[in-house]
């Protein structure tokens, strides 16, 4: 990874379905910049989308989205303020047409998690870069 991405950085969203395209955005242009291979661009940028679509949908609150790098792994951080509401592992349904997001990220993600805090919830994920 390049020197630029050797500190973390963030962005704040709005709730609103244009949101999804902007995280999306945000994440290609940090990882191509910053000299990420381009299947761990693609893979952050999707599971990105997941995670804030989750956001908008579900908790509907602002959005705050940190990248930054963990050892050889490239971190993403997606925080709402829904301190009630949970993030839910379940089995994607074959005939459904939502619900596979946290699927997604659980499967091609190399690790991550939940953080709650008073103030809201992270999900959190991390892929290898090197």
Known sequence: MGEALAVLVSVHLLPRVQSVAVAR????????SNGVPAEVSETATLLVSELVTNVVVHARTEIAMHIRPEGQR??????DRDPA???QLLAPDPT??????VHLV??????????????????????DIA
């Open 85 to 87: 509401g949970q993030v």
């Open 25 to 32: 955005d945000f994440v290609a242009t940090t990882c191509t």
């Open 74 to 79: 490239l971190r993403v951080e997606v925080m």
């Open 106 to 127: 659980s499967v091609l993600a190399d690790d991550w998690g939940i953080t709650s805090q008073v103030t809201g919830k992270t999900v959190w994920f991390e892929l």
């Open 96 to 101: 459904a047409q939502s619900g596979r997001g």
